[in-house]
């Protein structure tokens, strides 16, 4: 952590960056911090486990625009920044990209694409939690899974959290705000819920790293990024493609070749 | 206003001639992670273990999703069919805190401010709210820097502070004395005059009158700013809210029928003031965020006399990045 923070005093001292995108200490858990001097950076705070994932402050104009940043990132958000210049939402610039890895050694990698080699040695696992609710699921006949997933979406109340949390929700007009035509009802009720995360699990299905922001910011905690969990977990058992690691030739739903399987259409 | 006295083992009896003489009971229940607001049948499933619940209680007077009206063509002729007050049902809410009771004073105003709203109204009209004191707050809590409380009884019909062995029940309003009625001898007079010992302690740390004064010349603080970098833009904190009350209208049609809705909205979202044209007023979260503070610190209290914050603290709690209300405003009261 010394060496982190000296190397962002360094730089804003040195006028290298205007502003460290990085963690401290919140009401109860590491929050989001913006810090703009030298001494503010003594407040910052790291774990390879902080939520809120910060690489969704990079697709924010108003807040990097007429900035030079540094981000301090997890290992999800590096997988994150990955996917995000493979999407070409990085454009050129140049953030400098800071990271601890879990054996406390300061990382600095100059460019997105630096990151591929590191974390295609880390694989992408969900918590010990996350992973007994889904065999729970799994176990269970699709009507009861239905009923399961029903209850959890009474609870919703379409705050758009999950989205707004999501590194890769950075759609400008996202499906749901979309009225000419209204494809998904606006208002919270049984099935719009669930029309609205079918959606929203279907549109990151290929392109989710898996770092549970969404299902960590949603105020009734549903745990929406087992949706997304499990389907990480049907593209490595269909393409294998692992996990939280930005394919090189593209998202595996995004792209076509001749010789994909097509024995699901039946 | 009555202050009686109920015993522990009373309170389940008179909760049930409650629930026999009106048509629901809602009150807290636990609901896996949280704990919510709903339909109780017995005294038993009431949540007890919490401090507070993730939503308010407003969506009793004002649903996330009502239905205005509901219309069939037939041919030419069309048939309206119009909000039915009769199908409101006589509901006791059962269990709120103090600073829930305290959010209908802006709601009342907003729902009543240049048309009286018939839906709110007559859900107003037909619950009665029976609040508890809190014994326990957490360091979300600020009620007591607007000008509420732990044992604050505005907003009640009814305010229980439970003691060791019972509850102190002061009745605050004509509805509450019908529900006392019901089990009149349940009641005995109540005179120890302790009731501040049964209340958590909530440290006051600002003064309202103040904040709100200088708030009303701070449109143009760069504070909005720095207080909102971290801000995602999301519904939460307007959603979880007792007293935020925007909502959109809109259109459900299918074919030959449909209906007309009522829905929360929140202004948080960038699209909230979108104009067709492509123009967006608060075209920033900072503007956003300073919208939602100057709302419930400036704009309501000059026009409705009364705030739009009751101190609840569940925006901060809902908030996925951490955005404490209290912190911020006590930063604001701060700045000289
Ligand atoms: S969908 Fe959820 S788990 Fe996947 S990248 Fe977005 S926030 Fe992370
Ligand atoms: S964060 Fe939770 S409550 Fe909000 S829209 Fe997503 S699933 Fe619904
Ligand atoms: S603004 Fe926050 S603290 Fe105030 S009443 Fe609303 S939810 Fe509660
Ligand atoms: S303050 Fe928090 S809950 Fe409210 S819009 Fe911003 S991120 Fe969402």
């Not at chain 2, 299918?254 to 009522?262: A, V």
Request: net charge negative.
């Amino acid at each position: 952590m010394d060496k982190l923070k000296a190397k962002l005093k360094e730089w804003l001292e040195a006028g290298e960056i205007t502003l460290a995108i990085g963690y401290k200490q919140g009401t109860r858990e590491a929050r989001p911090f913006f810090c703009r001097t030298a001494e503010d950076v003594e407040q910052m705070v790291f774990s390879n486990d902080f939520q809120p994932n910060l690489a969704v402050y990079l697709s924010k104009k108003e807040v990097v625009k007429d900035e030079k940043v540094a981000i301090v990132c997890t290992i999800s958000a590096l997988r994150s920044i990955a996917y995000l210049a493979r999407e070409n939402q990085i454009g050129q610039s140049q953030y400098k990209i800071i990271h601890l890895s879990p054996n406390d050694e300061l990382m600095i990698f100059r460019s997105p694409w630096d990151i591929d080699a590191y974390i295609e040695e880390i694989p992408s696992t969900p918590s010990e939690e996350d992973r007994r609710v889904i065999e729970m699921l799994d176990a269970m006949t699709p009507s009861e899974r239905w009923a399961w997933w029903a209850a959890q979406f009474s609870k919703c109340i379409k705050c758009y959290a999950c989205r707004a949390a999501c590194p890769m929700c950075y759609c400008t007009r996202c499906i749901v705000d979309n009225n000419r035509p209204q494809w998904i009802d606006p208002w919270a009720s049984p099935l719009s819920n669930m029309e609205w995360q079918i959606n929203r699990v279907m549109h990151l299905a290929g392109r989710c790293v898996g770092c549970g922001a969404c299902g960590a910011a949603c105020p009734e905690g549903i745990p929406v990024h087992l949706l997304n969990r499990k389907i990480l977990d049907n593209i490595e058992e269909n393409f294998g493609m692992p996990a939280g690691i930005a394919p090189r030739e593209g998202a595996v739903l995004n792209t076509y070749k001749p010789e994909d399987k097509e024995n699901f259409i039946k | 206003m009555d202050t009686l006295y109920i015993k522990k083992s009373d309170i389940a009896v008179w909760w049930a001639a409650i629930k026999g003489a009106c048509d629901h009971v809602v009150a807290p229940v636990r609901k896996d992670r949280v704990v919510e607001f709903a339909r109780v049948e017995n005294y038993e499933e009431i949540a007890t273990d919490y401090v507070q619940t993730t939503r308010s209680a407003k969506e009793v007077l004002f649903p996330r999703t009502e239905r205005l009206f509901s219309y069939q063509k037939n041919g030419r002729d069309i048939e309206v069919k119009d909000f039915d007050p009769q199908s409101v049902p006589v509901q006791v809410l059962w269990q709120v805190r103090p600073c829930d009771a305290a959010s209908v004073f802006p709601l009342d105003a907003v729902f009543n401010w240049d048309y009286k709203d018939v839906m709110y109204n007559t859900r107003r009209e037909r619950t009665t709210i029976v609040a508890v004191s809190c014994s326990t707050a957490d360091e979300y809590c600020f009620c007591t820097s607007v000008g509420g409380g732990a044992g604050d009884t505005r907003g009640s019909d009814i305010l229980l502070t439970y003691t060791t062995d019972g509850a102190i029940v002061e009745v605050v309003t004509e509805r509450g004395e019908k529900l006392v009625a019901l089990s009149q001898n349940l009641f005995t007079a109540y005179t120890a005059g302790d009731k501040d010992s049964y209340l958590a302690s909530v440290p006051q740390v600002f003064d309202v009158e103040k904040l709100k004064e200088k708030m009303h010349g701070m449109f143009d603080s760069t504070v909005w700013k720095e207080q909102s970098e971290r801000c995602l833009g999301c519904g939460a904190c307007a959603y979880v809210c007792p007293t935020c009350s925007c909502f959109d209208i809109q259109e459900n049609p299918k074919g030959s029928c449909g209906e007309r809705l009522r829905c929360w909205d929140s202004c948080g979202f960038a699209q909230f003031t979108l104009h067709t044209s492509g123009h967006n007023p608060r075209s920033t979260q900072a503007s956003r965020w300073r919208q939602r503070l100057m709302h419930k610190f400036s704009y309501i209290p000059q026009r409705q006399d009364s705030l739009g914050c009751t101190g609840c603290g569940r925006c901060s709690r809902a908030c996925p990045v951490d955005m404490n209300i209290k912190e911020h405003l006590s930063s604001i009261d701060k700045i000289q």
